[in-house]
T-cell receptor, first 116, second 113 residues
Framework: AQSVAQPEDQVNVAEGNPLTVKCTYS??????LFWYVQYPNRGLQFLLK??????LVKGSYGFEAEFNKSQTSFHLKKPSALVSDSALYFC??????????????FGAGTRLAVHP | DAGVIQSPRHEVTEMGQEVTLRCKPI?????LFWYRQTMMRGLELLIY????????DSGMPEDRFSAKMPNASFSTLKIQPSEPRDSAVYFC???????????FGPGTRLTVL
């Protein structure tokens, strides 16, 4: 069965430092992986996705994610954190339903706190 | 485009009352999703539609929950009767074609007293 894990409930980073939010996955077949961000009192916003191709995927707001097949990981990264990056981050994996349909399974979320 | 529109943004009701949440997806999107978010259970997919047809409703908690999509621009999620444990933020999302990114609405915060 498809699943995704975000091992850290919270990540604390100083502004200007690089940040990493971790995600590991378990899938049968080729993984389709996503990152979303949720700001307070808002819906989720799409950041980036990996379907195939380069292992380093670039997304919105300067974020990128590195797909590592051997470690079954899809960590979210940013070279220099901003206070405005503070939010809840969700990793998601595509899960097949049959009949050609799929759904997303979301991780529990990681709260990123960037301190001035 | 205005994005995914949900109404109401906040709903406070008493146990036993009927609650109806509404969603207008982005024009042209052919997939519509209803999610529920709580601290305890995180983000759960309740049901999703493709071209107005329900595809997977295995996440609907029980018979008190029902969802409809009478046309491509409108969907409802109804809870009857509501219970305090239904208190959560309910999100609607839509997407175009399979496996594309989903666009989420702002959510409806439901409180059942």
């Amino acid at each position: 069965a498809q699943s995704v894990a975000q091992p850290e409930d919270q990540v604390n980073v100083a502004e200007g430092n690089p940040l990493t939010v971790k995600c590991t996955y378990s899938v049968s077949g080729n993984p389709y992986l996503f990152w979303y961000v949720q700001y307070p009192n808002r819906g989720l916003q799409f950041l980036l996705k990996y379907i195939t191709g380069d292992n380093l995927v670039k997304g919105s707001y300067g974020f990128e994610a590195e797909f590592n097949k051997s470690q079954t990981s899809f960590h979210l990264k940013k070279p220099s954190a901003l206070v405005s990056d503070s939010a809840l981050y969700f990793c998601a994996v595509r899960a097949p339903l049959g009949g050609g349909y799929n759904k997303l399974i979301f991780g529990a979320g990681t709260r990123l706190a960037v301190h001035p | 485009d205005a994005g995914v529109i949900q109404s109401p943004r906040h709903e406070v009701t008493e146990m036993g009352q009927e609650v109806t949440l509404r969603c207008k997806p982005i024009s042209g999107h052919d997939y519509l999703f209803w999610y529920r978010q709580t601290m305890m259970r995180g983000l759960e997919l309740l049901i999703y539609f493709n071209n107005n047809v329900p595809i997977d409703d295995s996440g609907m908690p029980e018979d008190r929950f029902s969802a409809k999509m009478p046309n491509a621009s409108f969907s409802t999620l109804k809870i009857q009767p509501s219970e305090p444990r239904d208190s959560a933020v309910y999100f609607c999302a839509s997407s175009f074609l399979r496996d594309n990114e989903q666009f989420f609405g702002p959510g409806t915060r439901l409180t059942v007293l």
